[in-house]
């Protein structure tokens, strides 16, 4: 998670044959197969939002059996474009990590907060 603070929509923490799942993803692709098909659809897919990301907190990480596998809550914050209100969201993630890279990674959001995080006021 302390990589992801820093990381860049580049995807320079995924392996290459990544899978990225939204289950609960309303309106978007639920999930995504490989880096390069993540990067393609993150760079232009976070340009066209009213919303800058700038921040990611992590309220806390839970390990599991499985030694590859963690369990994250966290919270994405950042500014309206438009009006420079802050906002933020909560999200838990399951992400599996192998050879320092993520292999998997599931994304639990509330997808009614987001939409109210980038509405203004």
Known sequence: MARLRTASVR???LAEDVVIEWPFAAG?????????????????????????FDELTVDAVHETADPEVIVAE??????????????SSALISVIRVRDDRVTHWREYQDTLAIAQAMTPS
Request: aromatic letters at 10%; hydrophobic letters at 35%; charged letters at 30%.
């Open 74 to 87: 966290y919270r994405l914050g950042g500014t309206i474009k438009a009006t420079g209100e802050r906002r």
């Open 11 to 13: 995807g320079d923490y």
């Open 28 to 52: 978007g692709p639920r999930r995504v197969e490989g880096r390069a098909a993540f990067v393609a659809m993150a760079g232009p897919g976070r340009a066209a939002l009213p919303f800058r």
